[in-house]
T-cell receptor, first 116, second 110 residues
Framework: GAGVSQSPSNKVTEKGKDVELRCDPI?????LYWYRQSLGQGLEFLIY????????KSGLPSDRFSAERTGGSVSTLTIQRTQQEDSAVYLC??????????????FGQGTRLTVV | DAKTTQPNSMESNEEEPVHLPCNHS???????IHWYRQLPSQGPEYVIH???SNVNNRMASLAIAEDRKSSTLILHRATLRDAAVYYC???????????FGKGTRLSVIA
């Protein structure tokens, strides 16, 4: 498709289970980002991939969170031993990466994660 | 990214113009001014961006002050579908993460 695709759109999981969230960025976009948005809150940056560089993991809230990006395209965000406070909408975005700020980022519709 | 300041909320009547302000007094010479919006239950959506000159696209116009310390997003005729949270963000290098503040929640009244 033409846009950023995320799956699943909704996920309900039991506390303590692991979950995987998937993001398919726009073709040709070398930068990929994950954000989290808890109910009624703002967007919280989690992790950022740029080409073959080491990812910027500075926003990951704990070591239960990890992400990878295979082949410079699809990314998977994994949350181990989920907790109720992990319940949120997880948003993925992608963009071109240039030396100027003149590039837009495009977001997927998000995965709504509910931990029960 | 440098900090921006926006009003928490604004209200507009349907079919009237809306001017959403943003202050960015610490903007650097290479920062682009970006606007995104987030409709209810959706991911953020790119609206417009500019550097120094005013910009127009099918969604909105962006008016940038001569000293670049402030900007205004203009929706020419607000519709109920424009009700959203609007974020003003400065970006100096493409590919680095966007830093979202609290934005302005726009309500549109029929």
């Amino acid at each position: 498709g033409a846009g950023v695709s995320q799956s699943p759109s909704n996920k309900v999981t039991e506390k303590g289970k692991d979950v995987e969230l998937r993001c398919d960025p726009i073709s040709g976009h070398t930068a990929l980002y994950w954000y989290r948005q808890s109910l009624g809150q703002g967007l919280e940056f989690l992790i950022y991939f740029q080409g073959n560089s080491a990812p910027d993991k500075s926003g990951l809230p704990s070591d239960r969170f990890s992400a990878e990006r295979t082949g410079g395209s699809v990314s998977t965000l994994t949350i181990q031993r989920t907790q109720q406070e992990d319940s949120a909408v997880y948003l993925c975005a992608s963009s071109l990466a240039t030396g100027s700020g003149s590039v837009a980022a495009f977001f997927g519709q998000g995965t709504r994660l509910t931990v029960v | 990214d440098a900090k921006t300041t926006q009003p928490n909320s604004m209200e507009s009547n349907e079919e009237e113009p809306v001017h959403l302000p943003c202050n960015h007094s610490t903007i650097s010479g290479t920062d682009y001014i970006h606007w995104y919006r987030q409709l209810p239950s959706q991911g953020p959506e790119y609206v417009i961006h500019g550097l120094t000159s005013n910009v127009n696209n099918r969604m909105a116009s962006l008016a940038i002050a001569e000293d670049r310390k402030s900007s205004t997003l203009i929706l020419h005729r607000a519709t109920l579908r424009d009700a959203a949270v609007y974020y003003c963000i400065l970006r100096d290098v493409g590919g680095t993460p966007l830093v979202f503040g609290k934005g302005t929640r726009l309500s549109v009244i029929a």
